[in-house]
């Protein structure tokens, strides 16, 4: 592979140089070629130029990654190595995170569009933290001691324990939404487990992700622990996802590609998580804070430009504050300046593909058409006329339950608003969905605070607050919106499998 010309725009960047080295498949330890010769473009969505030729790994490099994997799991020194040996590895890349996050904040912008101030103060450290916290798992990966009573051999004695182990060779295949921390997500407990893994980037913003790879060699992974594949989905994911030596595949991204993951799974039974789309509710009652619950309604939808799974896009407001609430978001929105992620007045920065920019703009008409009104934005920015893919803040009001726009997630700075009146049946309509990721609940009444948690079919239901995430604290979705949790001690069972040990004494 060669190197290309960077663009003159950014060719002034700190991370220019690296940028124009070429950009290979990490296999064992090495970063090699794909054996098709093959490589696909990686765009800067803030004007549609291309910045990057990056590997494009098929089904041949799958294999060679995966036999790389499992060589690494079953006799490398990582099986060998101590729990306390393998933490502080783990420990060491999230050190290095942070001695980068410059950098790579700017390969999140410059690959994904996010504001730079953003990455800074939450992508990068949030990824750093997960490394830490899991961590001090590798350490504290202990079966139980189990008195069993064997009915009918009641003479006998036995010492019954179970080990927690790793599950193996594990495929993890992750989005392009938080490029760097959803990589993030997923490897940390991995390792902390003591797994191999084949990682797929999303082939949008493969970028901070090889040089995640760059630093985990330096932080000491051994041989094979880590092997990072670009490549498309259809080719290099679908591969992954039907290899019949890998233990288990991690994915996130859609629910379609998701249910996909699960049949390719079959072949080998492999075990498989999965956190996908969603359409949380976010119901205001009135006697909620609104110097709060409107700002915290607003970012809720348009934090990273709508393009989280969690985005409260459905919001419920009674009746009562109704104007006042969608004038509030309004005005907030109104307030966002949406530009290049480099400017430091950038509150939002473009969508990530011209993909998704297609997508947005056209649920927005198919909401404008299906009856709704579009109280802010509703169409692409004016910034989108030089080819970045930007795009307005926007709410819809007059909307209802029977509208596409409401059911189907749109995954960008969009917002349906819709009032009620009964506090009842307010719960029928947050769970109306095929989804069940987050919810959010804004009131001061905390009997009502706590009823609503525990009635809204969700992974996550935020009280008062929206979007506030922490390694400690699980995270992933209720019914059509994934199976298992990502991050706390939870994530530790999408990487461990329990043995039991029974000695008759
Ligand atoms: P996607 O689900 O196609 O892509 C996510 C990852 O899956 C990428 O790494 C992709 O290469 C891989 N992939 C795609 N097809 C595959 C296949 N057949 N086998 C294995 N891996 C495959 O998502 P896409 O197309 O980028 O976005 C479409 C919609 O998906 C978005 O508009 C949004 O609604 C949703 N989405 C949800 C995300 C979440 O965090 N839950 C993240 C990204 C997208
Ligand atoms: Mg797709």
Sequence with gaps: MTAIAIPPSIASRPSAQWLSKPKQLLINNQWVDPQGGETFDVFNPATGEVIAQVAAGEAADIDKAVKAARRAFEDGPWKKMTPSERG?????????????????????????????????????????????????????????????????????QFHAFTLREPVGVVGQIIPWNFPLLMAAWKLAPALACGCTVVLKPAEQTPLSAMRLGELALEAGLPEGVLNIVTGLGETAGAALASHNDVDKVAFTGSTEVGKMIVNAATGNLKKVTLELGGKSPNVIFK??????????????????????????????????????????????????????????????????????????????????????????????????????????????????????????????????????????????????SIYGLAAGVWTADISRAHRLAKAIKAGTVWVNCYNVFDSAMPFGGYKQSGWGREMGHEVLNNYLQTKSVCIGL
């Design 287 to 432: 006697d909620a804070d609104l110097n709060t619950a409107i700002p915290g309604a607003a970012s809720a939808i348009f934090f990273n430009h709508g393009q989280c799974c969690c985005a409260g896009s459905r919001l419920y407001v009674e009746k009562e504050i109704f104007d006042e609430v969608a004038s509030g978001i309004a005005e907030e929105a109104k307030k966002i300046t949406v530009g290049d992620g480099f400017d430091e007045n950038t509150v939002m920065g473009p969508l990530v593909s011209q993909e998704q920019f297609d997508r947005v703009t056209k649920y927005m008409d198919i909401g404008l058409n299906s009856g709704a009104k579009a109280l802010c934005g509703g169409s692409a920015n004016e910034a989108a006329k030089d080819g970045g893919y930007y795009v307005n803040p926007t709410i819809l009001v007059d909307t209802h339950e029977q509208m596409q726009v409401v059911q189907e997630e749109i995954f960008g700075p969009v917002v349906t608003a819709m009032s009620f009146t009964d506090p009842e049946e307010i719960v029928a309509r947050s769970n109306d």
């Design 88 to 156: 502080k590895i783990v420990w060491r890349i999230g050190e290095l995170i942070d001695q980068h996050c410059d950098e790579l904040a700017e390969l999140e912008t410059l690959d994904n569009g996010k504001p730079l101030a953003v990455a800074k103060v939450a992508d990068v450290p949030l990824a750093g933290d997960i490394f830490r916290y899991m961590a001090g798992y590798a350490t504290k990966l202990e079966g139980n001691t189990i008195p069993i009573s064997v009915l009918y051999a009641p003479d006998s």
